[in-house]
């Protein structure tokens, strides 16, 4: 069985502050691990994912995470926010060859202050 | 033109009724996906299809059935709308050679039962 828990259903920051989200994963198997963004009346988009090798991992938009097996975590980070990056984020886990299903974090919504 | 397509985008209908929504894509993956999002409950899966005669359910199938009409439609029907079906629906998908993810979504329908 898996499952996600994000820390923080609501996170603010400032503009040029370090952005930092929390995830926590369990798995019985090797887990794939994935951070979405969503804008408002769009769907998901994909930032990051792992699935083997380096365990930091860059995304879009400047954003990194990295996988920590010893936590259970991989948690989102960007170094400097901006106002664009006002949004819902979710961080999901899948079972690697086990056929692809997502199981989500019940996600973090992100504002940035001028 | 949007690679995964729902349609409608909005709905509003009544308890009891009939509702199907559809999703259809242009990516050519085999695999496709409904979930349901929820405030604070981020998105759970309702059912999912590997290819056209795979039909699987998901952690939160009762009260909805799929069609998988061909390999780019995917559609999902609430037999008998209640009140607490009212989510925002998303469609996915994804490719056999990706069996971990990660996922492509449409837009979502926002669904309101009266």
């Known amino acids: 069985a898996q499952s996600v828990t994000q820390l923080g259903s609501h996170v603010s920051v400032s503009e040029g502050a370090l952005v930092l989200l929390r995830c926590n994963y369990s798995s019985s198997v090797p887990p794939y691990l994935f951070w979405y963004v969503q804008y408002p009346n769009q769907g998901l988009q994909l930032l990051l994912k792992?699935?083997?090798?380096?365990?930091l991992v860059k995304g879009i938009n400047g954003f990194e995470a990295e996988f920590k097996k010893s936590e259970t975590s991989f948690h989102l980070t960007k170094p400097s926010a901006h106002m664009s990056d006002a949004a819902e984020y979710f961080c999901a886990v899948s079972g690697g060859n086990q056929g692809g299903k997502l199981i989500f974090g019940q996600g973090t919504e992100l504002s940035v202050k001028p | 033109d949007a690679d995964v397509t729902q349609t409608p985008r909005n709905r509003i209908t009544k308890t009891g009724k009939r509702i199907m929504l559809e999703c259809s894509q242009t990516k050519g993956h085999d695999r496709m996906y409904w979930y349901r999002q929820d405030p604070g409950l981020g998105l759970r899966l309702i059912y999912y299809?590997?290819?056209?005669?795979?039909?699987n359910k998901g952690e939160i199938s009762d009260g909805y059935s799929v069609s998988r009409q061909a390999q780019a439609k995917f559609s999902l029907s609430l037999e008998s709308a209640i009140p607490n079906q009212t989510a925002l629906y998303f469609c996915?998908?994804?490719?056999?050679?990706?069996?971990?993810?990660?996922?492509?979504f449409g837009d979502g329908t926002r669904l309101s039962i009266l």
């Open positions: 299809s590997f290819d056209v005669k795979d039909i």
């Open positions: 792992y699935t083997t090798g380096a365990t």
């Open positions: 996915a998908t994804s490719h056999q050679d990706s069996p971990g993810g990660p996922q492509h």
